[in-house]
């Protein structure tokens, strides 16, 4: 069965730590993703991922940073966590040049205190 | 912004009738993907329908797609209980460009 893991169902982590969350999927896709999802403000685009050590800012890049060292591995830095980072946070994952489906996993609730 | 917006936000029907959610985007899309997710977990893709289409059905699922009115629409026929979850449409504009997701419909399915 295939699909994409996130390393941790829940997290909570102290103001100003550095957390990282990964992300790892077994289809051999080329394109992987991170959105968070907050009430009221659906799904927002991070950061994206088209090829090992690539990346692309999206819609809400700050504070956040990414590392693409493997094909099936994208992390999700947040470098100095804030209370406003408090989220569920996605991972995705597609395959290049084809207009087809994501497959997501099953989300990490970070929670900042 | 491109997102979507889905209507209504919340709907709340009986078991064995049918559920409509739709979505409105703002530019020209390439595609238009709807997705399901269950409480407090991740996005499972349902179908995608391409800008040159009108209509595709999947099992009870059927999605409309009008690209002059800039809508679409997702019909559940006969609704479960299991059909309980938020539906999200999703657009991209072009091959390879990343998918912008609406704020969803949380659909309730009473038994």
């Known amino acids: 069965d295939v699909k994409v893991t996130q390393s941790s169902r829940y997290l909570v982590k102290r103001t100003g730590e550095k957390v990282f969350l990964e992300c790892v999927q077994d289809m051999d896709h080329e394109n992987m993703f991170w959105y968070r999802q907050d009430p009221g403000l659906g799904l927002r685009l991070i950061y994206f991922s088209y090829d090992v050590k690539m990346k692309e800012k999206g819609d809400i890049p700050e504070g956040y940073s990414v590392s693409r060292e493997k094909k099936e591995r994208f992390s999700l830095i947040l470098e100095s966590a804030s209370t406003n980072q408090t989220s569920m946070y996605l991972c995705?994952?597609?395959?290049?040049?084809?207009?087809?489906?994501?497959?997501f996993g099953s989300g990490t609730r970070l929670t900042v205190v | 912004s491109q997102q979507g917006e889905e209507d209504p936000q919340a709907l709340s029907i009986q078991e064995g009738e049918n559920a409509t959610m739709n979505c409105s985007y703002k530019?020209?899309?390439?595609?238009l993907q709807w997705y399901r997710q269950n409480s407090g977990r991740g996005l499972v893709h349902l179908i995608l329908?391409?800008?040159?289409?009108r209509e595709k059905h999947s099992g009870r699922l059927r999605v409309t797609l009008d690209t002059s009115k800039k809508s679409s629409s997702l019909l559940i026929t006969a609704s479960r209980a299991a059909d309980t979850a938020s539906y999200f449409c999703a657009t991209d504009v072009g091959r390879n460009t990343p998918l912008v997701f609406g704020k969803g419909t949380r659909l309730s399915v009473i038994a």
């Open positions: 329908i391409r800008s040159n289409e």
């Open positions: 530019t020209s899309i390439n595609n």
């Open positions: 995705a994952s597609s395959r290049r040049g084809r207009s087809g489906g994501y497959t």
